[in-house]
Each structure stands twice: as structure tokens, then as C-alpha cells.
């Protein structure tokens, strides 16, 4: 018995031992050197966005030339159909809602302001000599296509993100829009603006004060949406869809292929030979063999 015991005991040590040596170099080589320049780069490092790099192309200007002339739903099928279901944003009141806004997503995130974090926040902006104010900074790097993205936690009393002069700044950039979950100034001034929308969650007459930006370009969160860097966002009296731009050609032609079958059922239904039934949600036989006709009449814009 008294052997048993001991090579129990003895075994219990040893399990344990080797337990302590490997949460030391465990612990131990989880701690990543930093590299120099890192937190000086213009874009905040995140890891996720590094694993996913590879696999998001650049929206290109043609892409974006065509998303802009498809309808939202339209759009927002196709993007449903490959798996991409948190993409909507309704919450949002638009000071242009007759304006069509397509872009690519630069983002930034917010977050309460304390003075410990106030004053990392002002060190990295000198490490990397750009404003530590993100309205300001937009203003200054924001690119040409871009629609600048604010996560605010839909705070709006202080936390208003801009006026109209450092949105001016922004447009000036040739941005396409500007959507903010939060709150903005100067209300009436951007509601002059007509070519130029302008997304937000409310407006206030206070200036900024509670809430400070803290990274840029990362993941954020608008709503119930995840808003990545790069990502297409299309906005208009409905609200805002957002989607990788990796999946954008199958999405346009998806919504191509909607919007050219729509015509010939709007046609069909103007018609009048046909009963609602047989032209919505699908064709009857009747109705299926005379767009067999149409369509060679109207052959697709390639």
C-alpha cells in the first residue's frame, strides 16, 4: 500500500512540475516583441484584418461605377445569398436621402475618454505625426471613393464626431460620404449639402468631449453590422449595406441578372394580360415562354 502511495505521490510532482515549466514558457512565448515602427504605422494593427489581407482586393472605381446604378434590395440579395446576413443598417438618419452613396470603408472607433487613454492616445499621434483628433485627421488622410465610418457606440451629447468644417475638410478629400454612429454639429449646414450624404445617429449642439477616437482602420461596429477596412458600403433612403469586396463581382452580376428579369415583369405586369399571380414571386408558363421572347429583343449589356 505504502508503494502505491508513493508512486502516486511521486507521479502527482511530477504532473505538476511539468505543468509549472510549461505555463512559464508558455507564458513566456506568448509575449511578442514589438517591431519597431509598429505603433507609428497610419493604420492600427489588427490581427484579424492581417489573417484576411490576402483575400480582399481593392474595390475598383469600375465596380464601384456599376454598384451605384443597382438597386439596394437587389444588391442586398445577392449578398445574402453568400452568406453575409449581418449587412444592413437601418438605424441611421441620412441628411441626403435622394443621394446615392457608394464607397470603400475607412473606419475608425471610439471609445470613452479617461485621461490615461487621452494621453496614449496624443503619444501615438506623435509617434506617427497625425492628429490625435480622428475628425481632424479624416480630414487630412481620408482617400479619393472612401466613405468614412465612425463607430460611436451611438453616443451623441459630446460625442459629436464633426461640423461642418471639419466635414468640409473630409469632402474635400473626395470622399463619398461620411456614416456615423454617433452623434454630429451643425445640423442644418450639411443638410445644404445635396451631392454629399451624410449618415448619423443624432445631432447636438455640444462639441466633442466624452468620447475619443482610438484606432483606425480596424474592425467596428455599426449597429448590428461589422464594418471591416476596404469593405463596399452603398447607402441610400433606406439605409446602408455593406459587404467584402471580395465577393463584389458575383454580387453585381447577381444583381444585374435581378434587375434585368424585374424589367420584363414590370413590362409584363403593365401589360395587363397577365394576373398578379403570374408574374410575381415566379413566372407562370404563359408568362416564362414570352420572356424566352423578350430576351431576345433584349439581349444583356455585357
Known amino acids: 500500500m505504502f508503494s502505491r502511495t508513493s508512486k502516486i505521490i511521486a507521479a502527482s510532482l511530477l504532473a505538476l512540475s511539468c505543468w509549472f515549466t510549461y505555463t512559464k514558457v508558455s507564458s513566456q512565448s506568448s509575449q511578442v516583441s514589438i517591431p519597431p515602427g509598429l505603433r507609428a504605422n497610419k493604420n492600427t494593427f489588427s490581427p484579424l484584418m492581417d489573417v484576411l489581407a490576402l483575400k480582399r482586393p481593392r474595390a475598383t472605381d469600375e465596380q464601384l461605377a456599376k454598384i451605384k446604378n443597382l438597386q439596394i434590395e437587389n444588391l442586398w440579395g445577392a449578398v445574402q445569398n453568400k452568406g453575409y446576413k449581418n449587412c444592413f443598417v437601418s438605424h441611421l438618419k441620412s441628411t441626403q436621402p435622394s443621394i446615392k452613396m457608394v464607397g470603400r470603408a475607412t473606419t475608425m472607433r471610439y471609445l470613452p475618454i479617461r485621461p490615461d487613454v487621452d494621453e496614449a492616445v496624443q503619444q501615438l499621434a506623435k509617434e506617427g505625426d497625425w492628429d490625435y483628433r480622428f475628425n481632424t485627421r479624416a480630414g487630412e488622410d481620408a482617400n479619393p471613393g472612401d466613405v468614412v465610418v465612425v463607430e460611436l457606440g451611438a453616443m451623441v451629447e459630446r460625442a459629436t464626431f464633426m461640423g461642418t468644417m471639419t466635414g468640409l475638410a473630409i469632402k474635400l478629400r473626395n470622399t463619398t460620404g461620411i456614416v456615423v454612429d454617433g452623434g ?44 471591416l477596412p476596404g469593405d463596399i458600403v452603398v447607402g441610400d433612403e433606406e439605409g446602408i449595406l455593406v459587404f467584402p469586396p471580395q465577393i463584389a463581382d458575383e454580387v453585381i452580376k447577381a444583381a444585374e441578372t ?45
Open 184 to 227: 454630429i454639429r451643425d445640423l442644418n449646414g450639411f443638410l445644404q449639402w445635396k451631392d454629399f450624404p451624410v449618415y448619423y445617429a443624432g445631432a447636438h449642439a455640444s462639441a466633442m468631449a466624452d468620447q475619443i477616437g482610438v484606432e483606425w482602420n480596424v474592425p467596428v461596429r455599426i449597429g448590428p453590422v461589422t464594418v
Open 258 to 302: 435581378q434587375t434585368y428579369n424585374e424589367d420584363f415583369k414590370e413590362e409584363a405586369m403593365r401589360s395587363g394580360k397577365y394576373k398578379t399571380r403570374d408574374i410575381y414571386p415566379r413566372l407562370s408558363p404563359a408568362a416564362e415562354k414570352e420572356f424566352e421572347e423578350w430576351k431576345k429583343k433584349h439581349p444583356r449589356k455585357q
